[in-house]
T-cell receptor, first 111, second 115 residues
Framework: DAKTTQPPSMDCAEGRAANLPCNHS???????VYWYRQIHSQGPQYIIH???NNETNEMASLIITEDRKSSTLILPHATLRDTAVYYC????????????FGTGTRLQVFP | GAVVSQHPSRVICKSGTSVKIECRSL??????MFWYRQFPKKSLMLMAT?????????EQGVEKDKFLINHASLTLSTLTVTSAHPEDSSFYIC???????????FGQGTRLTVV
């Protein structure tokens, strides 16, 4: 299974863009990059996913490098409610299609 | 997004008793459901994967006789913690996905405390 590496924690000022990096240097050609977040004592929330093209939705943008060895999740205007642990996950494309969580990045948005 | 509901959200039980946690997909058919466990300040650890109508596949180190998983319908999976002990106290989270999309949606979690 391809593993991911994320910084353990980051801070971001409210209203500024939060850029969360993720390294996945062993990703294989048919594996997707997924991002989830978990607010304290809640279940994870899906944010976005991509294969090789950059993706954008109402929550965030996902920038994947051309070699696909790393990606960045961008929250364009962070709010206090974006304080959470953000998980970058490489989707394992086997029969069970399971998501394996790493340690994630704890993002603290401050006023 | 799709809705996955867990019940109960919190449960306290005595050592030696069994506890059942339900996971329901409310607006889609979940062909696959996953059960995770999360200890304080730790990441989610996958316990098992279940496909509707089949036996669950357990991750290495997870006792299948202690954590009974049933996925009898396309909208319901249950996790039963049998003969619970204080070390089983944890946050249990389910997720579900269908073949129609590629995201997995998560329940809100169940906080189990064994006293």
């Amino acid at each position: 299974d391809a593993k991911t590496t994320q910084p353990p924690s980051m801070d971001c000022a409210e209203g500024r863009a939060a850029n969360l990096p993720c390294n996945h240097s062993t990703i294989s050609g048919n594996e997707y990059v997924y991002w989830y977040r978990q607010i304290h004592s809640q279940g994870p929330q899906y944010i976005i996913h991509g294969l090789k093209n950059n993706e954008t939705n109402e929550m965030a943008s996902l920038i994947i490098t051309e070699d696909r060895k790393s990606s960045t999740l961008i929250l364009p205007h962070a709010t206090l409610r974006d304080t959470a642990v953000y998980y970058c996950i490489v989707r394992v494309l086997y029969n069970t299609d399971k998501l394996i969580f790493g340690t994630g990045t704890r993002l603290q948005v401050f006023p | 997004g799709a809705v996955v509901s867990q019940h109960p959200s919190r449960v306290i039980c005595k050592s030696g008793t069994s506890v059942k946690i339900e996971c329901r997909s409310l607006d889609f058919q979940a062909t696959t459901m996953f059960w995770y466990r999360q200890f304080p300040k730790k990441s989610l650890m996958l316990m098992a994967t279940s496909n509707e109508g089949s036996k669950a596949t357990y991750e290495q180190g997870v006792e299948k006789d202690k954590f009974l998983i049933n996925h009898a319908s396309l909208t319901l999976s249950t996790l039963t913690v049998t003969s619970a002990h204080p070390e089983d106290s944890s946050f249990y989270i389910c997720s579900a996905r269908s073949n129609a999309n590629t995201e997995a949606f998560f329940g809100q979690g169940t906080r189990l405390t064994v006293v």
